[in-house]
């Protein structure tokens, strides 16, 4: 049985037990300790009937095989997953039963799949990546670590993400383009150029906005 501690306790980590609850309901052999978060007051209560344990801190106090990481927001998820790293601990990759992905794809550790996502055939994805619900990647995307594909996202073939990528809400990434790292497109923007690192970029076509 493998034990899986989630961290965080938010919206985004409520979905994420709901995919573990989900593998073991489908007989997959897999239980859900519980959540840490560092919001002291959420010790004790309940999220779908799974209990808050403590902070981050006290992850070795809780018996557990492996965590994923449940927030939402690049970089605060970022820093999380390079400081339990460091601390040794080893991170799931979570796939939905209900979403589709190719047997080809590689995916590597903390990434989480949600229900209705689409991966296909020849695909790369990063570390502590979310591929949110509803999200499609199409044959031989480049997805790099840290990178949030919002719900209803669509990638082309052959699109290229760098490191902490996050793309809004129903954007799409027309065929064999790339976005630089720790860039943000807007929700229901459509990237039909390549656009560089650390900007952030809006409409359709979609065109930046501001530098950060």
């Not at 047997?103 to 570390?127: C, H, K, L, R, Y």
């Not at 949110?132 to 209803?152: E, L, M, Q």
């Not at 943000?184 to 039909?192: E, K, L, M, S």
């Amino acid at each position: 049985m493998t034990r899986v501690l989630i961290v965080g306790a938010g919206g985004h980590a409520q979905v994420i037990a709901d995919i573990v609850l989900s593998l073991a309901r489908s007989g997959e052999d897999w239980t859900l300790v519980g959540f840490l978060d560092d919001n002291p007051e959420l010790m004790g209560s309940e999220r779908l009937g799974v209990k808050v344990l403590g902070t981050s801190d006290q992850v070795r106090e809780f018996g557990h095989d492996t965590l994923v990481i449940g927030i939402g927001e690049n970089v605060a998820r970022a820093r999380k997953f390079d400081q339990l790293k460091s601390a040794s601990e080893k991170f799931v990759t979570l796939v939905h039963p209900r979403a589709s992905v190719a047997e080809d794809v590689q995916i590597d550790d903390g990434t989480v799949v949600f229900a209705g996502a689409v991966i296909n055939t020849g695909s790369v994805i990063g570390p502590n990546v979310i591929v949110n619900t509803g999200a499609t990647i199409d044959h031989h995307a480049r997805i790099g670590a840290h990178v949030h594909i919002a719900p209803g996202v669509h990638l082309g073939g052959t699109v290229t993400l760098g490191e902490g990528v996050f793309l809004g809400i129903g954007s799409s990434v027309i065929p064999n383009r790339t976005i630089g790292e720790w860039t943000t497109v807007g929700a229901g923007a459509t990237v039909i150029r390549d656009l560089p690192a650390r900007v952030t970029a809006v409409g359709v076509p979609a065109r930046i906005l501001k530098s950060h």
